[in-house]
């Protein structure tokens, strides 16, 4: 089974900046890409940022400039470095991580892990 638990929330000021760190556990064969989703209150949780092991990466409209997504994948961590930070990216940030681990009778399995999730906070 596969773990993934988030850091690096908080509170920051309108133009700041944060860095969210991700770190995967457990045993992975192979990972397939590493993800950032947020969800605001009262608002459905939508994808902010992801990135493939080799390093392709997909970013939301609203967050294209200002934050940038990358992996370490021999820490098994994936960054979102997010820079002039507004009121409207005020949400939990979830880390998403998609992998393949061991599976029953020696088969190779298809892994999706979700951490609990990190607030962030724009505010003055």
């Known amino acids: 089974q596969v773990q993934v638990v988030e850091s690096g929330g908080g509170l920051v000021q309108p133009g700041g900046s944060l860095e969210l760190s991700c770190v995967a556990s457990?045993?992975?064969?192979?990972?397939?890409?590493m993800g950032w989703y947020r969800q605001a209150p009262g608002k459905q949780r939508e994808l902010v940022a992801l990135?493939?092991?080799?390093?392709?990466?997909n970013y939301a409209d609203s967050v294209k400039g200002r934050f940038t997504i990358s992996i370490d994948n021999a820490k098994r961590t994936a960054y979102l470095r997010m820079n002039a930070l507004k009121p409207e990216d005020t949400a939990v940030y979830y880390c998403?991580?998609?992998?393949?681990?061991?599976?029953?009778?020696?088969?190779?399995?298809?892994?999706?892990?979700w951490g609990q999730g990190t607030q962030v906070t724009v505010s003055s």
């Open positions: 998403n991580g998609e992998y393949s681990g061991p599976g029953p009778n020696y088969a190779i399995e298809h892994l999706i892990a």
């Open positions: 457990g045993t992975i064969f192979t990972i397939y890409n």
């Open positions: 990135i493939a092991s080799g390093g392709a990466t």
